[in-house]
């Protein structure tokens, strides 16, 4: 048993280790151990410290030593405790961010397997305690949610796969190319400001790699926190025994029903079809991929895949550049680019792109449908595209964004159905609501080459 302030815990069974944490709920560090804090030097409770709240729990209310063990932190149980942030969208509880796992050594990532690995020595049993975010706040931050959580079975062949991808470029030298878009749970997450220090050697490469931690992503976090309603699987039973990968798997779904009228395909699936449907794309997915249109795709949903309609014109070019979600003017001048809401939900998304091509009667038919995520170059130009926008929007240089004629890739601009819509910012300057968007000329090319941007 292990004697802590307030009473003791069984440190051998995941219930007892549980129950006892359950004592934080609604409630600081600050609240239940104030003059415990004020005798720890000021640098355990830095907010600049990525970790420090974890290590203060460990220490303070668990009463064992921060350790990097590659172990569970609760061994004999097989528990690891993580403390993770909340925010607040639309009155519910959600992720503020990707829940990082370990550090990737690629040294021993390259030498592991799967079933042996660390990551899943580690995390295969999680005792989660979601605080609130607060800026500039550690021991005053307050826990909302405490949860006992073990990796599902249903999700395993998806996360293997994921590990394995990532594996894989180790493997090939290529540690250097990862990114969160190659893979749906699982991702490798940079660590670190990006800098030259922040660089690590690889095997199989001279070439350097950013220091990286494989990491659950966010939006598969919010699945633990709000639980799996309305969700459908669209792997069947015989993928983990298929030697498909998840992108390979799903689209041959589709295969068949490339070439045929959207209208037949409706049909085909008993939908009503209406042209003018905005979530076309969507719906046919769906039916194809054999889930109920009132539910979403539970693949698609943890692992942050957006569908998107591509429309094509008789020549099989797009009738329009892709838009994305509008800029958020006030949030935007507080962002860091790797925490913002462009990067996390346009530039690291994974999305499945289906294309619909008009015959001469103006009839639409499913042209091709592909998983693509932004590739290096690509993501170069997004973050300078990024960067300038902020600083225009910071300076009130509203008229001087990046445009469609300046021919660089990415360009702001108003959605057509809302391109009188104002917005007031906090200050009190009205301006026109903004999106971001793809250039047309660029999603022809991605069309093209079946998901590869040149």
Same mark, same amino acid.
């Given at each position: 048993?292990?004697?802590?302030?307030?009473?003791?815990?069984?440190?051998?069974?995941?219930?007892?280790?549980?129950? @006892?944490?359950?004592?934080?709920?609604?409630?600081?560090?600050?609240?239940?151990?104030?003059?415990?804090?004020?005798?720890?030097?000021?640098?355990?409770?830095?907010?600049?410290?990525?970790?420090?709240?974890?290590?203060?729990?460990?220490?303070?209310?668990?009463?064992?030593?921060?350790?990097?063990?590659?172990?569970?932190?609760? !061994?004999?149980?097989?528990?690891?405790?993580?403390?993770?942030?909340?925010?607040?969208?639309?009155?519910?509880?959600?992720?503020?961010?990707?829940?990082?796992?370990?550090?990737?050594? &690629?040294?021993?990532?390259?030498?592991?397997?799967?079933?042996?690995?660390?990551?899943?020595?580690?995390?295969?049993?999680?005792?989660?305690?979601?605080?609130?975010?607060?800026?500039?706040?550690?021991?005053?931050?307050?826990?909302?949610?405490?949860?006992?959580?073990?990796?599902?079975?249903?999700?395993?062949?998806?996360?293997?796969?994921?590990?394995?991808?990532?594996?894989?470029?180790?493997? !090939?030298?290529?540690?250097?190319?990862?990114?969160?878009?190659?893979?749906?749970?699982?991702?490798?997450?940079?660590?670190?400001?990006?800098?030259?220090?922040?660089?690590?050697?690889?095997?199989?490469?001279?070439?350097?790699?950013?220091?990286?931690?494989?990491?659950?992503?966010?939006? &598969?976090?919010?699945?633990?926190?709000?639980?799996?309603?309305?969700?459908?699987?669209?792997?069947?039973?015989?993928?983990?025994?298929?030697?498909?990968?998840?992108?390979?798997?799903?689209?041959?779904?589709?295969?068949?029903?490339?070439?045929?009228?959207?209208?037949?395909?409706?049909?085909? &699936?008993?939908?009503?079809?209406?042209?003018?449907?905005?979530?076309?794309?969507?719906?046919?997915?769906?039916?194809?991929?054999?889930?109920?249109?009132?539910?979403?795709?539970?693949?698609?949903?943890?692992?942050?895949?957006?569908?998107?309609?591509?429309?094509?014109?008789?020549?099989?070019?797009?009738?329009?550049?892709?838009?994305?979600?509008?800029?958020?003017?006030?949030?935007?001048?507080?962002?860091?680019?790797?925490?913002?809401?462009? &990067?996390?939900?346009?530039?690291?998304?994974?999305?499945?792109?289906?294309?619909?091509?008009?015959?001469?009667?103006?009839?639409?038919?499913?042209?091709?449908?592909?998983?693509?995520?932004?590739?290096?170059?690509?993501?170069?130009?997004?973050?300078?595209?990024?960067?300038?926008?902020?600083?225009?929007?910071?300076?009130?240089?509203?008229?001087?964004?990046?445009?469609?004629?300046?021919?660089?890739?990415?360009?702001?601009?108003?959605?057509?159905?809302?391109?009188?819509?104002?917005?007031?910012?906090?200050?009190?300057?009205?301006?026109?609501?903004?999106?971001?968007?793809?250039?047309?000329?660029?999603? @022809?090319?991605?069309?093209?080459?079946?998901?590869?941007?040149?």
């Amino acid at each position: 048993m292990k004697n802590c302030k307030f009473g003791q815990y069984d440190e051998t069974t995941k219930d007892s280790i549980y129950e @006892y944490a359950q004592i934080l709920l609604n409630k600081s560090l600050i609240d239940l151990y104030f003059e415990e804090i004020g005798k720890l030097p000021p640098d355990f409770f830095n907010p600049r410290k990525k970790g420090s709240l974890g290590c203060l729990v460990e220490k303070l209310h668990f009463n064992y030593e921060p350790n990097e063990r590659p172990e569970p932190d609760f !061994e004999v149980a097989k528990l690891e405790l993580k403390t993770t942030p909340l925010k607040v969208v639309d009155n519910k509880y959600v992720s503020k961010e990707r829940l990082v796992l370990g550090m990737i050594d &690629y040294f021993e990532m390259d030498m592991e397997t799967f079933e042996q690995s660390k990551f899943l020595k580690k995390n295969a049993s999680l005792l989660l305690l979601f605080y609130l975010y607060e800026k500039n706040k550690v021991v005053e931050q307050v826990f909302k949610i405490i949860k006992l959580w073990e990796i599902p079975s249903k999700d395993i062949p998806v996360l293997k796969r994921d590990w394995e991808t990532i594996h894989q470029k180790i493997r !090939e030298g290529k540690a250097h190319e990862l990114s969160g878009g190659d893979t749906f749970y699982l991702e490798a997450a940079r660590k670190g400001a990006g800098g030259v220090r922040d660089l690590r050697k690889q095997p199989q490469s001279d070439i350097k790699a950013n220091s990286r931690a494989l990491a659950f992503k966010s939006k &598969y976090v919010n699945i633990i926190i709000g639980g799996e309603q309305g969700l459908q699987k669209a792997l069947g039973e015989d993928f983990s025994i298929s030697n498909l990968s998840i992108e390979e798997y799903l689209t041959s779904k589709f295969t068949p029903h490339l070439g045929k009228s959207i209208s037949d395909i409706m049909k085909e &699936y008993h939908l009503e079809y209406s042209p003018k449907k905005k979530d076309l794309a969507a719906s046919v997915s769906k039916a194809i991929l054999g889930i109920k249109q009132d539910n979403k795709i539970e693949e698609f949903e943890k692992a942050n895949i957006k569908i998107k309609t591509i429309p094509l014109d008789m020549n099989g070019k797009p009738e329009e550049s892709m838009s994305f979600k509008q800029i958020d003017f006030d949030k935007i001048v507080e962002e860091k680019w790797l925490e913002s809401d462009f &990067y996390n939900e346009v530039v690291n998304c994974k999305y499945l792109f289906v294309s619909f091509r008009k015959d001469s009667l103006g009839n639409k038919h499913l042209h091709k449908v592909f998983f693509w995520t932004m590739p290096k170059k690509m993501r170069q130009q997004a973050k300078a595209y990024w960067i300038d926008t902020k600083k225009k929007i910071c300076n009130r240089d509203f008229g001087y964004f990046w445009k469609i004629s300046d021919k660089k890739t990415f360009h702001v601009r108003p959605k057509a159905r809302v391109a009188s819509d104002t917005t007031t910012l906090h200050d009190g300057t009205i301006t026109k609501k903004m999106a971001y968007w793809i250039n047309q000329d660029v999603i @022809y090319r991605i069309i093209n080459n079946n998901g590869k941007t040149n």
